[in-house]
Structure formats: structure tokens, C-alpha cells
């Protein structure tokens, strides 16, 4: 059974297992690029290698995925990081608005045109094992890091 906060929690967890030199760990409840000195774009779980990000969304208790992938886009577009890689995963309950999540499919479309922009992920079933998915999720991660981060 899947419990959507553990799962971001133990996500966090083997992130921060990933962090060595040249590579920085932020969790959700820190900017992952501040807009000022207070406010700034966070996500479930990020690791950064110079100008890479790599970047952790659960969906969980929101319904518009969209914004998600926007606030990426931006982050690109700000040239805060020239590639980014987004592991972006939806729970059962609620699910995203359809028109929302057609909206992030599209926005994900483009962005991936330009080369910078990586995601990966799935909806994942209440019912599914938290161990498989949370190994599933970790390979896809550390996978990527160890090929982008030098």
C-alpha cells in the first residue's frame, strides 16, 4: 500500500544519500531557486551538480500538474540551470484535473523539443508495493545522476 507522504519522505532520504562534493541536496522545504529572499520554487526533493538539476515532484494533494512543469520551464528559461530532469509522479486520490494534466503533457512536449528538459513518470496505484515503487523511482535517480553528475 502506498502512503504518499512516507513515499516522499523516504525519497528525500535516499536523495540526500546521493549528495557528495559538487552535488547539492535541497529539501521541499527549501527554495530550489529563490525569486528573492524570501520566496522561491520548491519541489518534493532536489539534487543539483553545477547546472544540472535533478527534480522530485509527488503529486499528492494537488490537481494541476501544470504548474509544476511550468515552474521548470521558467527555471530553464532564467538559464538557472541548463538541463533539468524531472521524476514526476501522481498518486490515485485526487487525480489531476484532465484538462490540467493534458495542459503539463503539452508543456513537457515542448520543453523536450528544446534538449534540456528530461521527465520521467507515472501514475501510481494505491494499491502498489511501497518498497517496488520506491526502488523503481531511487534506480531511475541515481541512474541519472551518475551519468549527468561528473
Known sequence: MIDPQKLEEDIQKGLQKLVRPGR??????????????????RSDGMLA???ILIAIEIETGQRHPDTNVTKYWYLLHKKIYRKIFLFHYYTH????NPSRKELADYLTNKLRQ??????????IGNSENH???LREIMFKVRKTVSSECK
Open 24 to 41: 547539492e541536496y535541497r529539501n521541499p522545504y527549501q527554495a530550489i531557486f529563490k525569486l528573492d529572499a524570501r520566496k522561491g520554487f
Open 49 to 51: 551538480c553545477g547546472d
Open 93 to 96: 486520490y485526487p487525480k489531476p
Open 114 to 123: 528544446k534538449g534540456k528538459f528530461e521527465i520521467e513518470g507515472r501514475e
Open 131 to 133: 518498497s517496488k515503487v
